[in-house]
């Protein structure tokens, strides 16, 4: 999958639009999470940093930057695809691998130390709009935090959360007021 189709289908934009003559409070809906888009989340991608432990090797212990084809070069089993992988899915197939012929049942944990390859866009009435690295379980409100929070004249009700292709409206001024379940990107 090339890296921009990558980075468009996880990318989150947020736009806080301002001058809005409809209502908004009819446009708010429950939204279901997909457990395939919590998956894709999840997923490491070119860029990121992990960290991946072999238990009792020290020597196999260590950081991996994923390179742009989605590969790390791991010690003793060479390069292995990563990219779309959750990081228990990364440590199952390090595993795998070896259990081939190197280590007599491996315990390999994973952990992501550096998502690189996930991005938010902010636009709008925000004092800082622009690019933000995207963390795991990160919410509207953490996002609009990032961004300096509002400008005077932004609606705070009508923030719209574009995920792949598709618009959402989320009423961040309840969500802070505590009237509305956050809303996690």
Request: glycine content about 10%; aromatic content about 6%.
């Amino acid at each position: 999958m090339p890296k921009f189709v990558l980075i468009a289908a996880l990318a989150a934009t947020i736009c806080s639009l301002v001058g809005c003559s409809t209502s908004a409070g009819n446009r708010y809906r429950e939204v279901r999470i997909d457990q395939r888009q919590v998956l894709e989340a999840n997923a490491v991608g070119p860029g990121d940093i992990i960290h991946v432990r072999v238990h009792m090797h020290k020597d196999l212990s260590g950081d991996y930057q994923i390179s742009p084809r989605g590969q790390i070069d791991f010690p003793h089993i060479g390069m292995c695809m990563v990219e779309g992988l959750d990081p228990i899915a990364v440590g199952r197939t390090i595993r795998q691998r070896l259990a081939k012929g190197y280590i007599r049942e491996p315990h390999v944990t994973v952990n992501v130390k550096k998502a690189n390859s996930k991005k938010v866009f902010v636009l709008g009435q925000v004092p800082k709009p622009g690019r933000f690295p995207y963390t795991t379980n990160m919410s509207i409100v953490e996002i609009i935090t990032l961004a300096g929070g509002f400008a005077t004249l932004a609606e705070r009700n009508n923030v719209i959360v574009t995920r792949s292709g598709k618009r959402v409206f989320v009423p961040v001024e309840k969500i802070m007021q505590g009237l509305a379940g956050n809303f996690l990107l």
